[in-house]
């Protein structure tokens, strides 16, 4: 009923940029908050960054000063620009949404599939 895609991963040089992206679609009423999560191969998920519907921010101290989140609340999209990539910053990053659907104005967690992205030195 809700479906989140995201795009953008890819392999990147240390140092370098990268832009993510996160389309939502459905039966969407309202999107809550957004965040993205990454994990690394052996790593728990970890939060990198969320944004709430009102444009309130929080970051994981590790990223802090090099991504910034935003979102797009009219097109249902989330963004994360990563600058200063390294090579820690290796990971599959997945879009998160709390939405409320048409359906039944539940809210409910819904997640992305994936994308790679690839830092080398």
């Known amino acids: 009923q809700v479906q989140l895609v995201e795009s953008g991963g890819g392999l990147v040089q240390a140092g370098g940029s990268l832009r993510l992206s996160c389309a939502a679609s459905?039966?969407?009423?309202?999107?809550?908050?957004m965040g993205w999560y990454r994990q690394a191969p052996g790593k728990q998920r970890e939060l990198v960054a969320g944004i709430t519907r009102g444009g309130s921010t929080k970051y994981g101290d590790s990223v802090k000063g090099r991504f910034t989140i935003s979102r797009d609340n009219a097109k249902n999209t989330l963004s994360l620009q990563m600058n200063s990539l390294k090579p820690e910053d290796t990971a599959v990053y997945y879009c998160?949404?709390?939405?409320?659907?048409?359906?039944?104005?539940?809210?409910?967690?819904?997640w992305g599939q994936g994308t790679q992205v690839t830092v080398s030195l």
């Open positions: 998160n949404a709390d939405v409320r659907s048409t359906t039944d104005y539940t809210a409910r967690d819904y």
């Open positions: 459905g039966r969407i009423y309202v999107i809550h908050d």
